[in-house]
């Protein structure tokens, strides 16, 4: 059993800065691939970035060269750094732990919300 808990959104500026954390209960974080999605009103949920034990990262293609995702595995934290912020990028961001061999199902956070608005 895993728990996830997100916290860090908010209203921001266009332009703006925003980190958000994700802490997550359990002994074997290490070895999980983490991953950040975000879901906006009418729209399906989408992979944001993600990363895996071994720090290997991977962003969708609109948010590449403006977030970071980094993880803390003394802190059993995964972060997502969000810089240039747009009003597109508006949306509830979800963490995740996906189901692998180490997982026996997927685990998802409450959801933060994060407001991109002038």
């Known amino acids: 059993q895993v728990q996830l808990v997100e916290s860090g959104g908010g209203l921001v500026q266009p332009g703006g800065s925003l980190r958000l954390s994700c802490a997550a209960s359990g002994t074997f974080f290490s070895i999980y691939t983490m991953g950040w999605y975000r879901q906006a009103p009418g729209k399906q949920r989408e992979l944001v970035a993600a990363?895996?034990?071994?720090?290997?990262?991977n962003y969708a293609p609109s948010v590449k060269g403006r977030f970071t995702i980094s993880r803390d595995n003394a802190k059993n934290t995964v972060y997502l750094q969000m810089n240039s912020l747009k009003p597109e990028d508006t949306a509830v961001y979800y963490c995740?732990?996906?189901?692998?061999?180490?997982?026996?199902?997927?685990?998802w956070g409450q959801g933060t919300q994060v407001t991109v608005s002038s």
């Open positions: 995740n732990a996906p189901k692998s061999v180490f997982l026996p199902q997927d685990y």
């Open positions: 990363i895996a034990s071994a720090g290997t990262t």
